[in-house]
């Protein structure tokens, strides 16, 4: 059964790096998602990207991140600057239309020193 | 706002026996409505969903969930829990035909006792 891998599985940094995170959607899907869990809280929705563009964001979503699909597999979620808040599990997910159900793959835990 | 309510934050069963977590939501109509399962260390896997029509559906693993319009209700339900059932439920919900972000609630973890 197809499914969406990430790379890394975990990711430590030093507060102010960069880091950029990989994921490899579901390959017929059309609609991509980055969401975070700050540990213990609730997942919560940062991004979807839709036709090499950004369809919607959240408040989370500042400056600091941006998304890209730089070829026809990976998706990448990039933080320019990380801060200590944004150590994280983030998940991305893909789905083939909007509305549709949306699969998740196992998440890149990010820790920010 | 669309919300999702998990108020059982931890449950424990012994194996073998049945199971129940709630979860209510907070919409203007119907929404699409998931459960995700979260095993340590892992991703979220979904377990079912329900869009519409029949009103029980089945998942897997053995987990059904019964839609409760008049209860903004959306509990999930197995007859008989495993040890390998022991994880984390999270109850989503999603606007049709309006933005395409889930909604989570904050989970409730399920523990089994031997």
């Known amino acids: 059964e197809p499914e969406v891998t990430q790379t890394p599985s975990h990711q430590v940094t030093q507060m102010g790096q960069e880091v950029i995170l990989r994921c490899v959607p579901i390959?017929?899907?059309?609609?991509f998602y980055w969401y975070r869990q700050i540990l213990g809280q609730k997942v919560e929705f940062l991004v979807s990207f839709y036709n090499n563009e950004i369809s919607e964001k959240s408040e989370i979503f500042d400056d600091q991140f941006s998304v890209e699909r730089p070829d026809g597999s990976n998706f990448t979620l990039k933080i320019r600057s990380t801060k200590l808040e944004d150590s994280a599990m983030y998940f991305c997910?893909?789905?083939w239309g909007v509305g549709e159900t949306q699969y998740f793959g196992p998440g890149t835990r990010l820790l920010v020193l | 706002a669309q919300s999702v309510t998990q108020p059982d934050i931890h449950i424990t069963v012994s194996e073998g026996a049945s199971l129940e977590l709630r979860c209510n939501y907070s919409?203007?109509?119907?929404?699409?409505l998931f459960w995700y399962v979260q095993s340590p260390g892992q991703g979220l896997q979904l377990l079912l969903k329900?869009?519409?029509?029949?009103?029980l559906v089945q998942g897997i693993k053995g987990f059904e969930a019964e839609f409760k319009r008049s209860q903004s209700s959306f509990n999930l339900r197995k007859p008989s829990v495993h040890w390998s059932d022991a994880a984390e439920y999270f109850c989503?919900?999603?606007?049709?035909?309006?933005?395409?972000?889930?909604?989570f609630g904050k989970g409730t973890r399920l523990h089994i006792l031997p």
């Open positions: 329900y869009f519409s029509g029949d009103t």
């Open positions: 989503a919900v999603l606007s049709p035909g309006g933005d395409d972000k889930i909604i």
């Open positions: 390959s017929n899907h059309l609609y």
């Open positions: 919409y203007g109509a119907t929404p699409y």
């Open positions: 997910a893909s789905s």
